[in-house]
């Protein structure tokens, strides 16, 4: 108990300094979507800092596990995340937003170590870990691949289509996160297009009890 704990306290003040760092980031770039930046800010830490199988040094690694972020306007806090972990050095932060960045508004493969994948267009997310998710089980391969949606892009049919197919496939290596933060560009998902029962949704398209 006391182990968890402190791993719990660990994490809580790695969010913290995620969250300092976003801040400022945000502040110095005049960047945008910070508040679905924040709101993955724990989610964030706990998957780079205690769940995710990464080398950093090695960001190549055979044996990784893979993280999509789907919900690509919120990268503040994952940028800062792939620098606290060591993917790239953190004086590359102040570099957000300028002309000929790899620090752009959404993220980019290919640019910064420990980017999988270009996000930004809602909706992909889940297709493409899912499909990432499928050759590793064909292969026999035990990488996991973690995919973050907003709430929002849950309007898009792709998403539920990416559900329903990976629960075919028996995906059991994919973990789909929803950061469920209830807003979107236009407003409350709730007057924009309504969720609920969302959980609900969830469990019957993945065939889950």
Same mark, same amino acid.
């Given at each position: ?25 945000? @502040? ?21 800092? #205690? ?8 960001? %190549? ?15 503040? /806090?994952? @940028?800062?995340?792939? %620098? ?14 300028? #002309?000929?960045?790899?620090?752009? &508004?959404?993220?980019?493969?290919? *640019? ?10 809602? /909706? ?9 998710? @499928? ?34 496939? /028996? ?8 950061? @469920?933060?209830?807003?979107? %560009? ?12 969302? &959980? ?7 065939? *889950?009890?």
């Amino acid at each position: 108990m006391k182990a968890n704990k402190s791993k719990l306290k660990k994490l809580q003040l790695r969010a913290t300094d995620i969250r300092k760092d976003l801040l400022t980031l945000a @502040y110095r770039s005049r960047a945008g979507h910070i508040g679905s930046s924040l709101s993955t800010v724990d989610i964030v830490a706990a998957l780079y800092f #205690d769940v995710l199988k990464l080398d950093p040094k090695n960001p %190549a690694w055979p044996h990784r596990d893979i993280f999509i972020l789907s919900k690509g306007h919120g990268c503040l /806090g994952y @940028y800062v995340a792939l %620098a606290q972990k060591g993917f790239f050095p953190k004086a590359m932060l102040a570099d957000l937003f300028k #002309d000929n960045t790899l620090i752009s &508004a959404h993220p980019t493969i290919k *640019t910064v170590a420990g980017i999988e994948f270009s996000t930004g267009s809602l /909706g992909h997310g889940l297709s493409v870990a899912g499909g990432i998710a @499928y050759g590793f089980k064909l292969a026999k391969k035990d990488n996991r691949v973690v995919v973050m949606l907003s709430d929002g892009e849950c309007d898009e049919g792709s998403t539920w289509e990416a559900v329903m197919s990976s629960a075919h496939l /028996g995906l059991g290596n994919l973990v789909a996160i929803v950061d @469920y933060n209830k807003k979107q %560009a236009f407003g409350r998902t709730q007057d924009v297009m309504s969720l609920e029962p969302f &959980a609900e949704k969830w469990r019957a398209l993945a065939g *889950t009890p």
